[in-house]
């Protein structure tokens, strides 16, 4: 059997969502006066973006299989993204 590519909507809800929680956890580290290098900031905005999309992509997946199922129940919403401190990692 053939892997189903995901639906354009989850892919596309999973990145806006991604890109909230960077822009969230950047305004938080801003707010704290917790910044790093350049460097250390680009690899934790691009290692948070890639969780964000896997995690969004996870819970996509779980509602297609309890859909399939046969459930009934509807799944929760999604929970808002978690305030994750970002505190730059020492030298």
């Known amino acids: ?4 590519p995901p639906a354009f909507g989850d892919v596309v809800e999973a990145q ?3 890109v909230k929680v ?5 305004e938080e580290a ?3 006066g917790s910044r790093g290098s350049r460097a250390w900031e680009d690899v934790w905005k ?3 973006w890639t969780l964000a999309v896997q995690k969004r ?3 996509a997946e779980v509602r297609k299989c309890r859909t399939a199922g046969g459930s009934a129940r509807q799944p929760p919403p999604p929970p808002a993204p978690a305030q994750v401190p970002a ?3 020492a030298a």
Do not use: K
């Open 30 to 32: 801003n707010r704290r």
């Open 22 to 26: 960077v822009q969230q956890t950047e």
């Open 57 to 59: 992509c996870v819970e």
């Open 16 to 18: 806006r969502w991604a």
């Open 87 to 89: 505190e730059p990692m």
């Open 1 to 4: 059997a053939s892997i189903e």
């Open 46 to 48: 691009d290692t948070l």
